[in-house]
């Protein structure tokens, strides 16, 4: 894992003082609203409904137990007992006082945290494979470049006024578990035919109000010309990106607009001017980084544990929560276990400080201190000894941490919504909560498999609707909430934005309806079929039929 | 109005010209819009007096190119401070074009931008403030931060060369 | 034209607030004062938005509010929210008591 050295802590240090002062000057009047607005956006504290919110990054998606313990400190301290984990791989507290979090930004500085690249138009928190440095399909591990990456865009001078946001996320297996299609830059770790690794460079995905999955502007960029060519994208779109319109200045619309070609072309006329210049990485300064993400001192085992097997055999439910969140891991006698974050009518990515706190325990004690942020809104702890899952199981059973659901229908991904969101136009966690209660029998829900439902509070896509297998998106209709169902997203390699079923529905219909549509699954699937694969094969009519009938 | 430039207030001694405004003869130093510099470029680098050009967003920094040592001024207007097109062109001009002029940020030019600004090749701010609040709240933005994680052309060293230094050094204790 | 009052987030705290008769901010929306026209409505959002406001609330604007029985609750479902606190969590916000 990577550890911060005096350059980093002394950047994060000042960092801080730098926000303390800031929120002094707006206390004390010298700033106005207007002016300290996006200085606390780029601090990662919004304004919400009910009060201030403040994101924290998780860098990638990784942290250590002593940064997990300190969440749980953050949330007794400053907020009220809990904090959310979101889609970014980030976590979110919903009642800081402003007055306050220049403490809990000094308190976080403690374990090498920060809310830097959380907000504002600058390039966000870059985000990545859950699994990463633990996945049997991974071709190297992407956290070195991601460290990389996060050093090149932290504060980066020429990009902090970008049009709009801008995210990058990184894949280093074929199974695409960070969303890379619907990032601004998506970055698919492959070997090109000489054997090297590099980097496809997918740009212009995107969720909110216009969807679109990302297009290749080059196939292969070897590794020291990453942060360059990244460079280059950059300052092509920070000088050509929309400002007219803050829903057209997202990257996407800039490559839809011009065309891909276009602005492959505008990306390779800058690339040669400073690819040979101070980005170039070296091989040794690679080398340095992925020395730092080294495997941890795993032991020779034999990936079979025969003690395993037999508490498998005696405790059904931990063989059942083995089934659904125990992964393979590409070390022999280790497993990579999740801990869902989605108990049955809970509240989805909601965890309290004695959960984080305990996390963090279990970290230290079962996965060499490293736990991970996922963007579906759960948590993973990716060394585990095969031999220790049943102890690890039994303690996350105790504290409401071992719900046996990852990647079924009831690990639902929702956004704050209204109860919490200043944009929202409806809610989301009630309805991820009833969904949840509806399928909460296991053997239900292992029956109908692999489905992914993703429900945003509104167009701006924060619970990335567009890529549910079954996405909802909450819309205000004269006053009351109303849903509207999208069928066919993907966020995986084969990524796909998803449909609109037809009329939306009203709170109290759309939990029946959702049912409807996965009765008319179990009724056509071939056997093996996800819903999604289902879905692709009979295409949209038949789910319609359920939904309106002859309407 | 205050312009800062090397830890001291100067004097504006440059003329904006309006696109209309008749060109001095010669002596005063003048600023015109790429648009004029493009339109009128012969007659304004044949005259006498500092030549500046203001360049405001959408304007392709690659058009003054050519000409680049011929400056002794160069504006790059930021209409509101979140309008971040004039970073790029900072760099674009001194790291491409390897202007040696003053570069000059000048509109909405607030203290918790300044140190971006010269990080990106701005020697030279205009503030809406008195010539001492100017003063100290460009020399308070300089001081704030003092790890750069990006090479810009700024000169100023990077951790990631720092950190090689360090490993170099103590690779030459070691043997 | 239904009621209105002006609401805001407190500076400070952030938390949801509604402007009171004196210029002050009461986190009781009972306490707040209310506009009974547009042109009232007006004046009370200037006043909501004058320089020294800035240094006590954030973002003040207009919602819609009705007299039941004496006491003024908002129309909008988001208004009522920010009046009680989330509806996931009945034990916070100003629902909780
Ligand atoms: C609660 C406060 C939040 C606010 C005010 C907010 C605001 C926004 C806005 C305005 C957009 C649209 C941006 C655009 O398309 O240009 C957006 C997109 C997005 N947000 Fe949020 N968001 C919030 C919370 C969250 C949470 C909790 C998550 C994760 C669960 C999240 C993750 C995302 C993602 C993944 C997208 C869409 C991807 C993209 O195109 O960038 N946001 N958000
Ligand atoms: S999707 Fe809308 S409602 Fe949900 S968090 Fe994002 S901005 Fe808020």
Known sequence: MYRYDDFDRQLVAERTTQFRDQVARRLSGELTEDQFKPLRLMNGVYLQLHAYMLRIAVPYGTMNGNQMRMLGHIARTYDKGYGHFTTRQNIQFNWPKLNEIPDALEDLATVEMHAIQTSGNCIRNTTTDQYAGAAADEIEDPRPYCELIRQWSTFHPEFTYLPRKFKIAVTGSPNDRAAVRVHDIGLRMHKNDAGETGFEVIVGGGLGRTPFVGKTVRDFIGKNDLFSYLEAILRVYNRFGRRDNKYKARIKILVHEVGVEEISRLVEEEWAKIKDGSLRVSDDEIAQYIAQFAPPAFEELRDNDPEFERRKQAHPDFAAWVRSNVIAHKQPGYAIANISLKPIGGIPGDATAEQMELVGDLADQYSFGDVRVTHEQNLVLPHVKKAELFALWAELKNAGLATANLGFVTDIIACPGLDYCALATARSIPLSQRISERFGDLDRQYDIGELKIKISGCINACGHHHVGHIGILGLDKRGKEFYQITLGGDASQDASIGKIAGAGFSEAEVVDAIEALITRYIDIRNVGERFIDTYRRVGMDPFKEVLYGDR | ?175 | ?97
Not at chain 2, 10 to 18: G, M, S
């Open chain 2, 1 to 175: 109005m205050a312009i800062v430039k090397n830890d001291s207030v100067i004097e504006n001694d440059w003329v904006a010209l309006d696109d209309e405004a008749l060109v001095p003869e010669s002596g005063a130093n003048v600023l015109v819009s790429l648009a004029r510099f493009k339109a009128e470029r012969d007659a304004l680098i044949a005259r006498n007096g500092g030549l500046g050009v203001l360049l405001v967003p959408g304007d392709a920094p690659e058009d003054l190119a050519d000409d680049i040592d011929r400056f002794s001024l160069i504006a790059v207007k930021f209409p509101s401070y979140t309008d971040g097109r004039g970073y790029s062109y900072g760099r674009v001009l001194r790291e491409h074009y390897g202007y040696q002029g003053e570069l000059r940020a000048v509109g909405d030019v607030l203290r918790d931008q300044i140190l971006n600004m010269h990080r990106c090749g701005f020697d030279a701010y205009e503030l809406a403030d008195e010539a001492d609040v100017a003063l100290e709240k460009v020399r308070a933005a300089l001081r704030e931060m003092t790890v750069y994680y990006q090479p810009t052309g700024d000169g100023r060293v990077t951790a990631g060369s720092l950190r090689e230094r360090r490993r170099a050094a103590l690779e030459l204790g070691g043997s």
């Open chain 3, 1 to 97: 034209m239904s009621l209105q009052v002006v609401t805001a987030n407190r500076l400070d705290d952030g938390l949801a607030v509604f402007m009171t008769a004196d210029e002050g901010w009461s986190t009781d929306i009972r306490q707040a004062i209310c506009a009974g026209d547009a042109e009232q409505a007006e004046a009370l959002l200037a006043r909501a938005n004058t320089q020294k406001q800035q240094i006590t609330v954030v973002g003040p604007y207009l919602i819609d509010v009705a007299n039941e029985d004496g006491v003024l609750v908002p129309i909008k479902y988001r208004e009522i929210l920010r009046t009680l606190g989330p509806s996931v969590r009945p034990d916070l916000g100003y629902q909780a008591g």
